[in-house]
């Protein structure tokens, strides 16, 4: 089990943990949000993944899935304070989000305790 989020640019697959289990994740598609699951994309991420992770059982996958990706027209995410000073945004990190989920939460909380907004953040500023 990899520690941390590992993602494999030739295959196009990105593998998380999730606890006990692995999160394999690839293929950005744009479709029809009603759309139901297409089990041959599913296989085609299962069989670009198999030859890089010995001892996984691709085949006994759970929790399959798909769906929306929240995507923005620059293809940054919106990461900080809005107009509201209530209010804060985390999302738009497209097929990205439940990898960068951790470091997203960590850096907004910061800014959220402190009032101060780490450089990190400064390109994702939602009001840009």
Do not use: N
């Given at each position: 089990?990899?520690?941390?989020?590992?993602?494999?640019?030739?295959?196009?697959?990105?593998?998380t943990?999730?606890g006990?289990?692995?999160?394999v994740?690839?293929?950005?598609?744009?479709?029809?949000?009603?759309?139901?699951?297409?089990?041959?994309?599913?296989?085609?991420?299962?069989?670009?993944?198999?030859?890089?992770?010995?001892?996984?059982?691709?085949?006994?996958?759970?929790?399959?899935?798909?769906?929306?990706?929240?995507?923005?027209?620059?293809?940054?995410?919106?990461?900080?304070?809005?107009?509201s000073?209530?209010?804060?945004?985390?999302g738009?990190?497209g097929?990205?989000?439940?990898?960068?989920?951790?470091?997203t939460?960590?850096?907004?909380?910061?800014?959220?305790?402190?009032?101060?907004?780490?450089?990190?953040?400064?390109?994702?500023?939602?009001?840009?």
């Amino acid at each position: 089990m990899p520690s941390g989020p590992v993602y494999f640019p030739g295959q196009r697959v990105a593998c998380t943990p999730l606890g006990d289990r692995l999160r394999v994740a690839g293929m950005m598609e744009f479709r029809k949000p009603e759309a139901p699951l297409d089990a041959r994309r599913i296989s085609a991420i299962a069989e670009a993944a198999r030859p890089l992770l010995r001892g996984a059982d691709l085949d006994a996958r759970e929790d399959e899935w798909v769906g929306s990706r929240p995507c923005t027209t620059d293809g940054l995410p919106l990461i900080g304070a809005t107009r509201s000073p209530r209010v804060f945004a985390a999302g738009g990190h497209g097929m990205w989000g439940i990898t960068l989920g951790p470091a997203t939460g960590q850096l907004l909380a910061e800014t959220m305790v402190t009032g101060e907004r780490p450089a990190q953040l400064a390109p994702f500023d939602p009001l840009r």
